[in-house]
T-cell receptor, first 114, second 112 residues
């Protein structure tokens, strides 16, 4: 069965620091990869996604992620975080097909200090 | 921009009672989902729905759960006899033919 691991459960950064959140998945076949963000009191929003092609994908708000197939990883990065990036970040995968159910990681709570 | 909406935002119920959680997916979407997130745990898939029938369900989605699309716009999740462990945030999601699911704001269910 597929699983997704996010090793950083809670990250605290100062504004302007660089961010990298780890995501590893276990599945040998073709997967689609996603990062969702949940701002305080709001719903899950799509940050970026990878289906195929260039393994470096750019999303909204200056975020990017790199798919490294050999490492089964899809780490999220941002060169300079802002206080408004304080949120919970979820990595998710699906294998496509009929249902496209998402398998989520446990989430990483990011707190950015001004 | 169209959004998935959910009502109510918070539902409190007594153990053993039935609850219905409501979702209005994005209007041209064809695939519908329910997920839940127990406090402090990961978001878990419950069920997917397409063409007026369940296409996949998880082990969590037992006989106490059911889904329905009664009128072409709403998508509901019913829990027949709630248990304490059903307390969670329930998220509805929908998608068109692409692989991107769009989530609603969630309903926080508290079972006392």
């Amino acid at each position: 069965a597929q699983s997704v691991s996010q090793h950083n459960h809670h990250v605290i950064l100062s504004e302007a620091a660089s961010l990298e959140l780890g995501c590893n998945y276990s599945y040998g076949g073709t997967v689609n990869l996603f990062w969702y963000v949940q701002y305080p009191g709001q719903h899950l929003q799509l940050l970026l996604k990878y289906f195929s092609g260039d393994p470096l994908v750019k999303g909204i708000k200056g975020f990017e992620a790199e798919f490294i197939k050999s490492k089964f990883s899809f780490n999220l990065r941002k060169p300079s975080v802002q206080w408004s990036d304080t949120a919970e970040y979820f990595c998710a995968v699906n294998e496509g097909g009929a249902t496209n159910k998402l398998i989520f990681g446990t989430g990483t709570l990011l707190a950015v200090q001004p | 921009e169209p959004e998935v909406t959910q009502t109510p935002s918070h539902q409190v119920t007594q153990m053993g009672q039935e609850v219905i959680l409501r979702c209005v997916p994005i209007s041209n979407h064809l695939y519908f989902y329910w997920y839940r997130q127990i406090l402090g745990q990961k978001v878990e898939f419950l069920v997917s729905f397409y063409n007026n029938e369940i296409s996949e369900k998880s082990e969590i989605f037992d006989d106490q759960f059911s889904v329905e699309r009664p009128d072409g716009s709403n998508f509901t999740l019913k829990i027949r006899s709630t248990k304490l462990e059903d307390s969670a945030m329930y998220f509805c999601a929908s998608r068109a033919d692409t692989d991107t699911q769009y989530f609603g704001p969630g309903t926080r269910l508290t079972v006392l």
